[in-house]
């Protein structure tokens, strides 16, 4: 079969998948504390490795298929709230978070208490501070820049702050929650944290969709030429070949 057919799906393929990741970053501009993640492409010689080993192979086989996607790690901007339970990391570092799964990451500050009145986020996991997960009791609460947590001007808990190397793989889980590999983190010796505030997400809406109208173009030109080859192929099926 000829190796533009598989060239236009891959294409194709690949453009689908991106177009997932772009319009899920757009629907994320307004959820605290997101990173936009991007897409990269390799080419199908690299991608298989040793699977294709004779030159002509390398010759037919070279284009692009979807290698992956990275996130986007940039500090965005902080956005006042006025909620005392909120908070915004400055710089570098995520929060610590104990879901059913493990131990999670966030840079989503978007924080409130339950009825047993535990700081837990949105998705209902506990917040986790140098000592467990930080239970208040009832009073006004302040939090400070370090992450210590106080409650009428008594010290209850410091908020848990892990930075990573650069380099360190963090993979996304959900919307806002991060997986990094256990030991890799370490505690956070100069964290500035910011109450009654929130990280907003780093997406750009307007970059994000410009991206989105090429991706659809770029998707819809794939397409055609898919059609073209298929319809290539059922007309040598239908008169080529039972002249053989």
């Known amino acids: 079969m000829d190796s533009g057919f598989y060239s236009a799906y891959t294409g194709f393929a690949s453009r689908l998948d991106?177009?997932?990741?772009?319009?899920?970053?757009l629907a994320n501009t307004n959820t605290p504390g997101y990173k936009s993640q991007f897409v990269f492409y390799r080419s199908l010689p690299a991608w298989l490795q040793a699977s294709l080993t004779t030159p002509l192979n390398q010759a037919v086989n070279r284009y692009g298929v979807l290698g992956?996607?990275?996130?986007?790690?940039?500090?965005?901007n902080l956005e006042t709230?006025?909620?005392p339970?909120?908070?915004?990391?400055?710089g570098s570092g995520f929060f610590n978070v104990q879901t059913k799964n493990g131990l999670r990451f966030t840079r989503n500050g978007n924080f409130q208490l339950n009825a047993k009145r535990q700081?837990?986020?949105?998705?209902?996991?506990?917040?986790?501070?140098?000592?467990?997960?930080?239970i208040l009791p009832a009073g006004q609460l302040t939090i400070s820049q370090d992450g210590s947590v106080s409650?009428?001007?008594?010290?209850?808990?410091?908020?848990?702050?892990?930075?990573f190397p650069e380099g360190t793989p963090i993979t996304p889980e959900g919307n806002t929650y991060f997986i990094a590999p256990d030991g890799t983190g370490k505690?956070?010796?100069?964290?500035?944290?910011?109450?009654e505030a929130l990280e907003t997400s780093n997406t750009n809406p307007v970059q994000a969709a410009v991206s989105l109208i090429d991706l659809q173009r770029t998707a819809q030109m794939m397409e055609k030429a898919l059609a073209i080859f298929h319809n290539e192929f059922n007309k040598t099926a239908a008169q080529d070949l039972p002249r053989v």
């Not at 991106?18 to 970053?25: E, K, R, W």
């Not at 992956?68 to 965005?76: F, I, K, P, Q, T």
Request: hydrophobic share 45%; glycine share 10%; net charge negative.
């Open 68 to 76: 992956g996607a990275r996130v986007d790690l940039s500090v965005s």
């Open 18 to 25: 991106a177009l997932d990741l772009l319009a899920n970053n």
């Open 85 to 90: 339970t909120d908070v915004a990391l400055e």
């Open 119 to 134: 700081l837990i986020t949105q998705q209902g996991d506990a917040v986790l501070g140098e000592r467990g997960p930080v």
């Open 81 to 83: 709230t006025g909620n």
């Open 151 to 163: 409650v009428d001007g008594g010290l209850i808990a410091k908020l848990k702050v892990t930075e």
């Open 187 to 195: 505690t956070a010796a100069n964290p500035v944290v910011r109450q």
